[in-house]
Structure formats: structure tokens, C-alpha cells
T-cell receptor, first 112, second 116 residues
Framework: QKEVEQDPGPLSVPEGAIVSLNCTYSNSAFQYFMWYRQYSRKGPELLMYTYSSGNKEDGRFTAQVDKSSKYISLFIRDSQPSDSATYLCAMTVSGGYQKVTFGIGTKLQVIP | NAGVMQNPRHLVRRRGQEARLRCSPMKGHSHVYWYRQLPEEGLKFMVYLQKENIIDESGMPKERFSAEFPKEGPSILRIQQVVRGDSAAYFC??????????????FGSGTQLSVL
């Protein structure tokens, strides 16, 4: 069993739709949860970061963490074609350095 | 302010040759991480280095792979006697400190290694 499970998609939605992306994990030691966005042939870019359980909102993006269920989500409101990318969930224990465990990534396409 | 610079962007090697991948971290960053992205597997941690020190190499294959981050110059990921299974995108990331917290990891655009 992988430490982090993520549906690779692809996921196609019309412009303006609400997108829901999620991951499950098995390691209860994970404390820091992140979402990265990766455009084709580029490196990942940090979108959202949350510590422990709860919600965090940043513009059109909302990240949710439910540690009791070992489940994290990223919601994108009013999706735009420019949101078309691969979204990777990521997490790490409080180890003092960033040895991050990534999900495989969900490929999202927002159709104009 | 240049980001994390990786070169070459594409590297083609024949089986048995050596591959050298270079990474210059962002200015002011002294912490470097290497990740490998294999098709169908996602990004995997390989090694974490600070200047002149390997801090954690638990993700590195035991043979043929080595990494360094010298006092001067870029970090180097070296793969000896490459095999087809080494074909992947190799990403370097840097950060200003070792803290997790809200510290961002800044990734380069990667080196795509193809082994013929």
C-alpha cells in the first residue's frame, strides 16, 4: 500500500466549475499537508500549505485536512483554463526538513 | 532573482554511460533536495544536502547514485552506468532553511534523462 493515494485522473471540467481533488494517506505521523501545481515540463509550485486538521482558504483555492479520516482535499472555485495542470498532494512529518512524500498527481483540464 | 536552475534540461545517455545533473539553488538558499519523477509513480525524495554535507540520502539507490553540494558551485547528482530504468525527470529543489513549517520548497524545471 502506498503511503499517499491519489487518483491520477485525468479530470476534465468546464470553465467555471468547482473542482474537488483529494488524497488519502496511511502514515498517521504526517503533520504538514501541501498542494503543489505542476504545469507540463515544469517543476512543482507550492499552492497551499496547512498544518494539522482544518481548512485554509486562499482566493479561489480551499484546502481541507481531516486527520481522523486521513483525507485531504483541494477545492478550486470558478475554475479557469489556466488552472489546467497536474495537482500533487504532499505531506511530511515534523522532521525539521522537507523530506516530502507526494501523491502521484491528478491531471486537471479545464475546458473553455 | 533567478529561480532554481537545472541543467541540462534534457540528457540522453546510452546504457553504461555516466549522467551528471547540475542544480544551482536560489540565491541565499543553502539547502538542496533532489527528487525523481518516474512515470506512474510520482515524485520521490532522493537526497537532502547542505553545503558540503549529505544530511539524508535515504531515498537514493545504494549503488551507482551519488550527490554532492560543494562549498563552491552547483549541486551535482551523478548516476554511473545508467540503465533504462533510470530514465525519469530529476528535479532539484532548494529552501533557505531546513525548517518545515511554512517554508517553501522552490523547484527547478527538472532534467529529463533518457537512457537508450
Amino acid at each position: 500500500q502506498k503511503e499517499v493515494e491519489q487518483d491520477p485522473g485525468p479530470l476534465s471540467v468546464p470553465e467555471g466549475a468547482i473542482v474537488s481533488l483529494n488524497c488519502t494517506y496511511s502514515n498517521s505521523a504526517f503533520q504538514y499537508f501541501m498542494w503543489y501545481r505542476q504545469y507540463s515540463r515544469k517543476g512543482p509550485e507550492l499552492l497551499m500549505y496547512t498544518y494539522s486538521s482544518g481548512n485554509k482558504e486562499d482566493g479561489r483555492f480551499t484546502a481541507q485536512v481531516d486527520k481522523s479520516s486521513k483525507y485531504i482535499s483541494l477545492f478550486i472555485r470558478d475554475s479557469q483554463p489556466s488552472d489546467s495542470a497536474t495537482y500533487l498532494c504532499a505531506m511530511t512529518v515534523s522532521g525539521g526538513y522537507q523530506k516530502v512524500t507526494f501523491g502521484i498527481g491528478t491531471k486537471l483540464q479545464v475546458i473553455p | 532573482n533567478a529561480g532554481v536552475m537545472q541543467n541540462p534540461r534534457h540528457l540522453v545517455r546510452r546504457r553504461g554511460q555516466e549522467a551528471r545533473l547540475r542544480c544551482s539553488p536560489m540565491k541565499g538558499h543553502s539547502h538542496v533536495y533532489w527528487y525523481r519523477q518516474l512515470p506512474e509513480e510520482g515524485l520521490k525524495f532522493m537526497v537532502y544536502l547542505q553545503k558540503e554535507n549529505i544530511i539524508d540520502e535515504s531515498g537514493m539507490p545504494k549503488e551507482r547514485f551519488s550527490a554532492e553540494f560543494p562549498k563552491e558551485g552547483p549541486s551535482i547528482l551523478r548516476i554511473q552506468q545508467v540503465v533504462r530504468g533510470d530514465s525519469a525527470a530529476y528535479f532539484c529543489a532548494s529552501s533557505p532553511t531546513s525548517g518545515v513549517g511554512n517554508e517553501k520548497l522552490f523547484f527547478g524545471s527538472g532534467t529529463q534523462l533518457s537512457v537508450l
